[in-house]
């Protein structure tokens, strides 16, 4: 049985310096994202797209929410096979490629997590865990570009790192 879960988000351009878009450089692309009972995250395009530099970009929070899920995803799983994750961080990274019109896409994202274990026995069952959270990663699954997972797992008193790619 599919379940299904709605999601909304209100967008709002506050870029208008007076002019609204009467040319490329006559506006601002700030905007805000606003989910409801949340904090609303102050946005822009990227600093090569005329936006502000110190504000989140759609190309950053699409990193970031692969990012994210991969490590929601690991983190459950780990926790349903009794490995014991004591840290996680992830260092990922994105390629956006344009064409001569201006129009792009990603080509490929490439997650880096660092996990620490609490004891040398989980090392091999924590890196196999990551090809499974790829494979259930809901945004993962909804992107048309290749999400590579690159990982390196630690215990605490030993350091073992994966010298191969997790995939699918």
Not at 93 to 105: F, I, R, S, Y
Not at 122 to 143: D, G, P, Q, T, W
């Amino acid at each position: 049985m599919s379940k299904s879960h709605p999601y909304s988000a209100k967008i709002t351009w506050t870029g208008n310096t007076g002019e609204g878009t009467a040319n490329y450089a006559a506006y601002e692309r700030n905007h805000t994202i606003e989910i409801e009972g949340k904090v609303a995250l102050l946005a822009s395009s990227d600093a090569p797209f005329r936006g502000d530099i110190s504000k989140h970009n759609p190309e950053d929070l699409l990193l970031s929410s692969l990012s994210s899920c991969h490590m929601l995803w690991y983190l459950h799983l780990c926790a349903d096979a009794k490995v014991i994750v004591l840290a996680y961080e992830d260092s990922a990274t994105g390629t956006l490629v344009q064409d001569e019109t201006g129009a792009g896409k990603f080509s490929e994202v490439i997650l880096y997590p660092k996990v620490t274990v609490r004891d040398e026995a989980m090392v091999e069952k924590a890196l196999a865990l990551h090809k499974e959270a790829h494979r259930y990663c809901f945004i993962a699954n909804s992107v048309n570009f290749e999400v590579e997972t690159e990982a390196e797992v630690s215990a605490v008193a030993r350091k073992v790192m994966a010298d191969r790619k997790v995939e699918d």
